[in-house]
């Protein structure tokens, strides 16, 4: 990009004396931002779909949940993520043993010099700014509802005091679809915190090779800091200013009550849709095209963005019924045919 634009106030930018430096501005953020997806993606082979999504899913100032096979660089994604974008990551293998005190931390009776005995708190992994929850769905339910105040509220209670987390903080779990035995499925609540569901396929034949081929040399590619924690704020800020043309903002609308059974005009969702997206889900789309319009040089959404997007934002905010199931009904089906519906209308 190499001219900035020039807002009107409709766009939330300013327009006195300080228009042009926050044009400038935003130009400038647009432009690292994709120096820090290309180099997310010299790390990351075969995966540009979950890497775009992944950064989106950030971008908006949301979690994400990457779902797919072992050895697909889901965590090597959320590591190589926080180094790109300048974040303090940290990582929990999750198992059916661990504990919320072995996530949010802890309090401790020390004694001090004077003999005078005090509990200290002594702060657990979740106080970063990106954490990987490995395999989430391991946990007890107890340890992953002491993930979800963390998730929305930005803060952990112990012991009776709120402690505030850094900013800014974001969620990358992870789950393993293909083993099932000895897992706790996410509640519908927690499910929900979850701004996108981004799926890891298996790469083709040419990039299997390319990742076979690089990363067992003796120099394998090292992803390099393009952000700071402060760009990535200013990011997110200008995600939230960008604005949302009307016809856009009525198609996000109408496509998640057209995915709510007590609301659709399509029977395969009235039948087969035990209960669809809420109000959250769209505010979650909106913010998710808004974060792909800026990621692509873009200074306002449009429908390509929610046609990119709708899917991952909304599966996981679905409950099929059982005899869906049965025959063959999937929640992307679904949500492609709603979108086919409101086009043809």
């Known amino acids: 990009m190499t001219n900035a634009p020039r807002f009107p ?10 228009l042009e430096r926050d044009a400038a501005r935003l130009d400038a953020c647009v432009g ?3 120096e820090a997806r290309k180099m997310v993606s010299s790390v990351i082979f075969g995966q ?51 504990m919320p005190a072995d996530i949010l ?14 509990f200290r708190f002594i ?62 499925p996410l509640p519908e609540a927690q499910l929900d915190r979850f701004l996108l569901e981004v799926r ?14 690089e990363t067992t040399g003796r120099y394998p590619v090292r992803p390099r800091q393009v952000l700071q924690a402060d760009d990535l704020a200013e990011a997110q800020d200008f995600v939230r200013r960008l604005p949302m043309p009307d016809r856009v903002l009525d198609t996000i609308i109408a496509l998640c009550r057209e995915c709510r059974p007590e609301s659709t005009h399509m029977a395969d969702i009235r039948d087969n849709v035990a209960w669809g997206p809420g109000t959250r889900a769209a505010q979650a789309l909106s ?15 449009s429908i390509e963005d929610i046609e990119a997007l709708a899917v991952p934002v909304l599966r996981h905010r679905f409950g ?10 999937t929640a992307r089906g679904l949500i492609t045919n709603a979108l086919d519906y409101l086009q043809e209308k």
Do not use: W
Request: glycine letters at 10%; hydrophobic letters at 40%.
């Open 48 to 98: 540009n779909e979950a890497v775009e999504q992944t950064l989106i899913g950030i971008l908006s100032g949301g979690h994400v949940l990457m779902v797919g096979a072992p050895g697909l660089g889901k965590s090597l994604l959320a590591h190589t993520l926080g180094k790109v974008l300048g974040l303090l990551d940290k990582r929990v293998q999750f198992t059916p043993d661990l």
């Open 9 to 18: 106030e409709e766009m939330g930018l300013s327009q006195d004396s300080s």
């Open 320 to 329: 099929l019924t059982y005899g869906a199931r049965a025959e063959g009904f």
């Open 200 to 213: 890891l396929g298996y790469p083709d034949q040419d990039e299997e090779r390319r990742i076979v081929t």
């Open 287 to 301: 913010l998710a095209c808004r974060a792909r319009a800026m990621l692509f040089g873009r200074f306002a959404p």
């Open 105 to 118: 931390g802890s309090e401790v009776l020390e004694e001090g010099a004077d003999g005078k005995r005090a």
């Open 32 to 34: 690292r931002l994709d």
């Open 123 to 184: 702060k657990g992994p979740v106080f970063c700014q990106l954490l990987l929850a490995d395999e989430i769905n391991r946990a007890s339910p107890r340890t992953q509802s002491a993930l979800l105040q963390a998730m929305q509220e930005r803060e952990v209670s112990v012991a009776g005091y709120s402690h505030k987390l850094p900013e800014p903080f974001h969620v990358l779990a992870t789950q393993n679809p293909l083993e099932q035995e000895g897992t706790y």
